[in-house]
Structure formats: C-alpha cells, structure tokens
C-alpha cells in the first residue's frame, strides 16, 4: 500500500533559523513528488513537482529535494509570513490520485 | 483572472438534505478532482474526472455523487447516506496525464447541524 509519512508534525523556528521537512514515501513506481503550502482556512497552494531521485527545485527561501525514498523541503533564514501547513504527496502507477501525508504545521516566530 | 472558483465558502445542512457543491475553473484543464479534508488526516479523494461525460470514484465514493458535463464544471453533491460529511472540501484541476501537477480551489466547508 502506498504511503506518505511526513515529519515533524509540527515545527517552530525564530525567524532566520534554518531547518528541514522530512516526507517518506512507499510507492510503487513513483510518477511524481509534490509539495504544497496551505495556509489556515485556504486550498493548497502547489510549490513544487519532483520526478527522479537527485531532482533538485527551489523557489525563493525554499528548496525541495528528493531521493528513492524521501523528500525534503529546505528553508533557508524563515520569515514570520512562511509560516503554514506545508503538504507532500506521491503519485503511483496505480493511478491519477494524489496520496497526501498529515503534514507539517510551521510557525516561524519574529 | 485564470483560476478555480468554489463556492459557497461556507455551507449548513440538516441532517437528511442532499446538498450541491460548485467548482468551476477556467484554465482550460482536462482533470477535475474532489477532496475531503479532515482535521489531522491527509486529504482524500473522493472523484475525479479526465474527461467531458466520464469520471471514476476515488478512496471514499461511498455517499457522494459527481457529474461533468462540461469541461468547466465539476459539482459535488454531498447525499444523505454520507455519514459524517461535516469537513472541508476541496475542488482540483490539472492536465489530463499521470504526471502533472494539481491545483486547487480556495474551498469549502460543510457543516452538519
């Protein structure tokens, strides 16, 4: 069975303290690594998509890598506004469907 | 604007009412999907669709009914024989294709009273 196990559940961090998000995965036959940001109340927000192991994005204070079994997303010197649930989910061979994990409640305090 | 629009933001039924959620998006996509949000679980899929007339049951179907007749539109109708549909639901659309991305709407969410 597919799964996606992200950690910590939960994360505080002064502004400007850098730290990882882990997301563990099981698939069978990855066809994609997402990464979201969802902000209380709001849709998720799409970050990025990872494909292959060694793939590396970025996008301003974040950068998401990936190998076969996990992927994590880097923040670099946060800021109070980057705080939010951040959301990694596979997709499988098994089909369309997105498989998310519980995700990673960040605050970023001044 | 190009986007995914859900409404209503907030929605109440009573117990034993069927009720309708919209979500319509103008970016030309193919795929249309419907999540549910529960405190402290991952989202899960309810439907989805990939094309115009078609569209299969995701992980929790039971409850739910969908429809796609046209390529805008995917409402979600929330039956009586959910038994528990209080949550936050959420509306996504993307190119058809295994490998592309979703996006998502702003959401709404269902309160039973």
């Known amino acids: 069975e597919d799964q996606v196990t992200q950690s910590p559940e939960a994360l505080r961090l002064q502004e400007g303290e850098s730290s990882s998000l882990n997301c563990s995965y099981t698939?069978?036959?990855?066809?994609?690594l997402f990464w979201y940001r969802q902000d209380p109340g709001k849709g998720p927000e799409f970050l990025f998509t990872l494909y292959s192991a060694g793939e590396e994005k970025e996008k301003e204070r974040l950068k998401a890598t990936l190998t076969k079994k996990e992927s994590f997303l880097h923040i670099t010197a946060p800021k109070p506004e980057d705080s939010a649930t951040y959301l990694c989910a596979v997709r499988a061979n098994s089909g369309y469907a997105l498989n998310f994990g519980k995700g990673t409640s960040l605050l970023v305090t001044p | 604007d190009g986007g995914i629009t859900q409404s209503p933001k907030y929605l109440f039924r009573k117990e034993g009412q069927n009720v309708t959620l919209s979500c319509e998006q103008n970016l030309n996509h193919d795929a249309m999907y419907w999540y549910r949000q529960d405190p402290g679980q991952g989202l899960r899929l309810i439907y989805y669709?990939?094309?115009?007339?078609?569209?299969q049951k995701g992980d929790i179907a039971e409850g739910y009914s969908v429809s796609r007749e046209k390529k805008e539109s995917f409402p979600l109708t929330v039956t009586s024989a959910q038994k528990n549909p209080t949550a936050f639901y959420l509306c996504a659309s993307g190119l058809a294709g295994v490998y592309n991305e979703q996006f998502f709407g702003p959401g709404t969410r269902l309160t039973v009273l």
């Open positions: 698939v069978s036959g990855l066809r994609g």
């Open positions: 669709s990939q094309i115009v007339n078609d569209f």
